[in-house]
């Protein structure tokens, strides 16, 4: 069966190939034009290893010609309005170009079609959210007379840009976290220069040609294909005021380490969990943790990890989360019946079989999956983990769930934060007093009470504490993450009313 799928998707990912190199003729997108490939970047379905395009892999010549660019691009006046109409524009043609780019997405990525077609539409969504936030991205009026030196003085702050940002983002959501870091800082004022991950650089090139042809001035966006070489050349570049990274705890600390003194902003993905307590409903707790768990094959910075079930009730909960995740349809991206689609690569799928074989060895028990074919794994669960094995302790980025009990929640702080820094974490439970007693002592970005940890809008701060990451996203958090104050103070014209001068003449 599975043979037979990749057969057909191979018809597909060869469509898709020319809709690219219409679409989006390679290169890397530069003060308003793709350019030519002169160092190719070949860039490979994840399932067969077709060839869908190529772009350039960008060099250091070329991240210093895309910062000069965004540097000069900001003598430029460019108007809130004029932003805000760019972004709703770019919104508008993206969501006419759903299909091509859904079907875009799918092929360099990770994401089943269906997946796919909600990324496109939350991509839009981010779009619009930027521009309608701009109406709200101002300053304030200062209250001076809280002491006598402030007396007869007036004054307000705006917020400003920050410069140039550069943005580093990874494979797993190529078009809306791109999004999500080109939005907020053209709605700031800013220029961005955006480096997507090297397996997936077409749907980022495609959004900058969409802003582009939307109104967004040239310079003011690029986009830099390349490995890492490209993104260690436009960390290191000191035009750069502002770095934010999405991606891994390793490099995102590397990215920090050689941050000088400029802003940093970090999402690093976490180790999630939900609690399931005894009054809980049941069936409902099942079915978002198996969703939260294995949709875009566990291949997600909030995907749920670890499952604790309060002790009553585990004997019910374990047999109908296996039962629901033997149900789940693995296949190929381009079935619309696919519900776990593949691994990005074949490291990822063996660092995963060899945490699920020391998992195994020190006694943990599968209880169903643990098998791979190909880059297609499984959905797994395992029961009697210890809290000191390394599918416990750390972030899998794979298909895998475990699933232990709990007889007191008052001990679950310690324990879920002893696994790892979480970003977010649900609860299951009808009282209420319990999930806000817990939300107060966990140290996450959410709590997300009868959701499980897989859950965000576009519109809510997202990010979490310590080695999960730094600052906030969400549209206008990372609006206000990208811009600063600047105070405006108005004295009355009569220096006898200045203090130092009343102490002069005294």
Known sequence: ???????????????????????????AFIGGDITQVTSPLHVREVETGQLIGTVDNVS???????????????????????RQEALLDAASELEALND???LILAAEGIKTITEARQEVQRAVHTLKLSARAIDTHTGETLNLSSTARGSRRSGYFERYPLGVVAAITP???????????IGPALAAGNSVIVKPAEQTPFSALLLAMILHRSGVPEGRLAVLPGDSTTGRALVEHDGVDVLTFTGGEKVGNSISAQANGRKVLLELGGNNAVVVAADADIDAAVRACVAGAFSAAGQNCISVQRVYVHESIIDAVIPLALRQTERLKVGTKFNPRTEVGPMVSDAA????LERIAEAERQGAEVRTGGVARGRFVDPTILTSVDETMSVFREECFAPVMTIGAFDDWR????????GGQPMQVGVFSADIGLCLSLADRLRVGTVLINESSDFRIDSMPFGSFGRSGVGREGVKFAMQELSAPKSIIFSPIDSRTHPRMEQAHD
Do not use: C, Y
Not at 1 to 17: I, K, Q, Y
Not at 61 to 66: Q, R
Not at 171 to 181: C, E, G, I, Q, R
């Open 171 to 181: 494979f797993n959501d190529p078009l809306n976290l791109v999004a999500h870091k």
């Open 1 to 27: 069966m599975l043979t037979a799928e990749l057969d057909a998707g191979t018809e597909v990912v060869r469509a898709v190939a020319d809709s690219i190199s219409s679409l989006i003729p390679g290169g």
């Open 60 to 82: 250091s010549a070329g991240v210093a010609s895309a910062v000069e660019r965004a540097r000069q691009s900001l003598d430029s006046p460019w108007e809130p309005w004029q």
């Open 411 to 418: 001990t679950l702080p310690d324990r879920i934060h002893s």
């Open 100 to 102: 091509d780019a859904a």
């Open 349 to 352: 799928v063996r660092s995963f």
